[in-house]
T-cell receptor, first 113, second 114 residues
């Protein structure tokens, strides 16, 4: 079975500071990995995804994530936080054997002016 | 394209009532799914469908029924609502259900069961 763990349900950063949101997964087969963002009272929007190939993945709004198989991690980073980045972020995993998406419990990002 | 649409946006039910949450997509996607979102628990899969006439259970299927008679529509039925089903419900679709596809989400239905 697959599972996703997001360390830190709440993260606060100052505007302009590095954003680091942590995601670890458990999967017995090669996973597909995703980060989604959810703004208040909205649905989820895809930030980026890892399928195959290059392990450093760039997404929208300046976010990127690196797939590290040895660490079973897929942490999300952004060099400089903007106020508009304040939202909830979800990591998710999908495998073709499971045929389902599994989501982490989410990390709420607050950006302090 | 309207993408993934959900109706209603808000609903209040009494315990024991039944209702159907509607979900439709106009992208000709084969794979559709229903999630519920609860504080501190992220999104949990209720049911999913890999094509018309084919449905399967997710992580939390109890108390919910689905059917998929057309590619476009994937309604979620609550047969006898319980307070534990108070949640925000999201419908989502992907073109084929492979992990390489992007999953598109609807705006959600906020359900309260009294």
């Amino acid at each position: 079975a697959q599972s996703v763990t997001q360390l830190g349900s709440h993260v606060s950063v100052s505007e302009g500071a590095l954003v680091l949101l942590r995601c670890n997964y458990s999967s017995s087969v090669p996973p597909y990995l995703f980060w989604y963002v959810q703004y208040p009272n909205q649905g989820l929007q895809l930030l980026l995804k890892y399928t195959t190939g290059a392990t450093l993945v760039k997404g929208i709004n300046g976010f990127e994530a690196e797939f590290k198989k040895s660490e079973t991690s897929f942490h999300l980073t952004k060099p400089s936080a903007h106020m508009s980045d304040a939202a909830e972020y979800f990591c998710a995993v999908f495998t073709n054997t499971g045929n389902q998406f599994y989501f982490g419990t989410g990390t709420s990002l607050t950006v302090i002016p | 394209n309207a993408g993934v649409t959900q109706t209603p946006k808000f609903q209040v039910l009494k315990t024991g009532q039944s209702m159907t949450l509607q979900c439709a997509q106009d992208m000709n996607h084969e794979y559709m799914s229903w999630y519920r979102q609860d504080p501190g628990m992220g999104l949990r899969l209720i049911h999913y469908s890999v094509g018309a006439g084919i449905t399967d259970q997710g992580e939390v299927p109890n108390g919910y029924n689905v059917s998929r008679s057309t590619t476009e529509d994937f309604p979620l039925r609550l047969l006898s609502a319980a307070p534990s089903q108070t949640s925000v419900y999201f419908c989502a679709s992907t073109s084929s259900g492979r992990g390489t596809d992007t999953q598109y989400f609807g705006p959600g239905t906020r359900l309260t069961v009294l």
